[in-house]
């Protein structure tokens, strides 16, 4: 700590204890009727990724039932879930996004 005299006033500089928010990851869900081009375009258009990043994504949530879309703060994290489920419905299918906390 920083200590400053200015007179009779003595100042402590305190470090602030904030820590950073917490963060959640947003996971896609395998199902067998979503078609993988479906789930690039989306991971392409909701994620920003470029083709090979989304294919790569898409293939893990193919093989393993699940894959990581990416990891944001909690509003950014419900926003992306929301967005992917309204656009999944929109187009009928039934693909699942969820979030969960790292």
Do not use: W
């Amino acid at each position: 700590m920083a200590t400053r005299n200015h007179g009779d006033i003595v100042l402590e500089a305190k470090k602030s204890k904030l820590k950073p928010p917490p963060m959640f990851k947003v996971i896609l869900l395998n199902d067998d009727f979503t078609p993988m081009d479906f789930v690039v375009a989306v991971l392409q258009t909701f994620f920003s990724m470029n083709r090979e990043q989304a294919m790569q994504i898409m293939l893990k949530v193919h093989m393993d039932g699940a894959g990581v879309c990416g990891v944001y703060p909690s509003d950014v994290a419900i926003t992306k879930v929301e967005q992917v489920v309204t656009f999944a419905r929109q187009h009928q299918h039934p693909l699942k996004c969820v979030m969960e906390e790292t």
